[in-house]
């Protein structure tokens, strides 16, 4: 259910990013969500006494991991610009199978043969809705691939993270970290004229933008920071299918768009091979829980 609160919030962010695309400037857009993220979570913090600290490692971890948001969204936030909403989610969908690799050889997550044969149905179904989209509009439509390798670096980072820290106190401190990373940034480039590092006053219509794509995205990601507390990433991997037809409902409702013939049947072999995954693990026999006695 966590997870799929994350799956219900992101296309709906996603979309808020679009619409921002030719009118706030990229370097603004990243500063705004993450100075959102630390700003919304430190009073929660506060009022239940929770402690901002971690580990030196886990900090270590932490400043990887809001590394790893800041390239992620920077890329998704970029390709919004050229792409349907529907086809650059689906495309960043190639994301569960990297992840199940990487669980699978990073973190020791059991996959299984099944897994393994439904990641390269998926996958297969990812190229099907990257062929129309790079024969549109060129490069660009590859960065939903580069999102997808960052995001499943990024989630194993999180899974980590998870098991051992407050999902709360992760969240604000990665929001922090990121805006001390991003400030600088964009102070530096500020007059540089450079591409996406221009530096405008947002009017009301883009600070209510800007501040739901930190809110949405602020929540979605405490989401699924928990849901990794709570299950491995090889399980909610595939969970995180439902995003694609929400975002095909957001980007049909808002702009106007739907995949193309080519696209939608690459969309349909992805989500098909996800549901599989998820009818396997159903499947599998999971040991009964410990009492306390014993655990003890």
């Known amino acids: 259910m966590l997870m799929i609160g994350f799956c ?8 808020m990013a679009k619409l921002l695309g030719g009118r706030v400037p990229l370097s603004e857009m990243l ?22 600290s971690l580990t030196r490692g886990a900090f270590k971890l932490t400043v990887l991991r809001s590394l790893l948001h800041i390239i992620g969204l920077g890329a998704m936030f970029t390709a919004l610009r050229f792409l349907p909403l529907a086809d650059a989610v689906a495309m960043a969908f190639v994301m569960p199978f990297i992840m199940l690799l990487l669980g699978w050889l990073v973190l020791s997550e059991e996959v299984g043969w099944h ?10 179904g990812t190229l099907l809705v990257v062929q129309p989209s790079f024969a549109a509009v060129g490069a660009p439509a590859l960065l939903p691939l580069l999102v997808a390798f960052v995001f499943a670096l990024f989630m194993l980072v ?10 709360i106190v992760l969240q604000a401190l990665s929001g922090m970290v990121s805006t001390l990373i991003l400030a600088p940034i964009a102070l530096l480039f500020a007059h540089a004229r450079l591409p996406f590092f221009e530096v405008m006053l947002p ?17 979605g990601h405490l989401l699924m ?12 991997a595939p969970i995180q299918y439902l995003e694609i037809p929400l975002a095909t409902a957001v980007g049909w409702l808002v702009f106007r768009d739907l995949p193309d013939g080519i696209a939608a049947l690459g969309i349909v072999v992805i989500m098909c091979a996800g549901l599989y995954i998820l009818l396997v693990e159903r499947a599998i026999p999971r040991p009964a829980a410990a009492s306390p006695q014993s655990a003890e």
């Open 8 to 15: 219900a919030m992101a296309p709906v962010a996603d979309a």
């Open 31 to 52: 500063l705004v969500r993450f100075a959102a993220q630390g700003l919304l979570l430190l009073p929660v913090i506060w009022l239940t006494g929770r402690r901002l």
């Open 115 to 124: 897994r393994l044969l439904a990641c390269t149905v998926g996958f297969a």
């Open 158 to 167: 999180s899974r980590k993270l998870a098991r051992e820290n407050d999902p």
């Open 203 to 219: 009017g009301t219509e883009e600070w209510a933008l800007l501040l739901g794509v930190g809110v949405l995205g602020t929540l």
């Open 225 to 236: 920071t928990w849901a990794l507390r709570f299950a491995p990433a090889a399980t909610l």
